[in-house]
């Protein structure tokens, strides 16, 4: 079975406990309000998602009620959701990055069937070839990030390894695009 894991924060969703000027979602979470915008195109990516991948899970760094509170929101707490209580704290923090590790072998023995996508690739340091960095998201509505990495996560839950070198996904996507958009317009002069 493929498993994909999301990440939340900046990938997803964007929160902060100031109130942003565009909110898409107030929440009251432990008496304390949290302003949360959606990624454009994040319910398009989390159904496509869905058909491609045997499992989809939400990892966050966050607290579990505010992860559990967000999920429910967005309307996709049917995934196996984890909070900051299933992540490891490093050893020796990278400088600047979140002080956490996702050790994906708690969630498969198999490293050849799963991915994880985070805007902090810190927290794949111990899984670099299951991880897909992703940019950091802080609100702007322009951003097409999903449906890129949608098409590039379609490609690899077909391969029976999934692990690799991530780190380019993107121009790959833009490549495989370029060409399709090359060959539609010769055969259309034909």
Known sequence: MKILVL??????????????????????IAEQTCFVRVRPGVQSFVERMRSCFGECRIWSTGQPIYVESVCKTLGIDWMTIWGRDRCR??????????????PLELISNDPRSIVIVDNAPSVFACNPQNGIPITTWRGDPSDRQLDLI??????LSLREDMRGEHGQWAAQVLIRRNASSKNVRV???Q
């Not at 704290?89 to 996702?102: E, I, S, T, W």
Request: charge should be negative; hydrophobic fraction near 35%.
């Open 7 to 28: 990440d939340l924060d900046e990938t997803l969703v964007y929160s902060t406990l100031e109130r942003p000027p565009v909110v898409d979602h107030e929440l009251l």
């Open 89 to 102: 704290r490093l050893a020796v923090p990278v400088p600047g990055a979140d002080p956490y590790d996702k």
């Open 150 to 155: 949608g098409d590039y996560l379609e490609v």
């Open 187 to 189: 055969s259309k002069r």
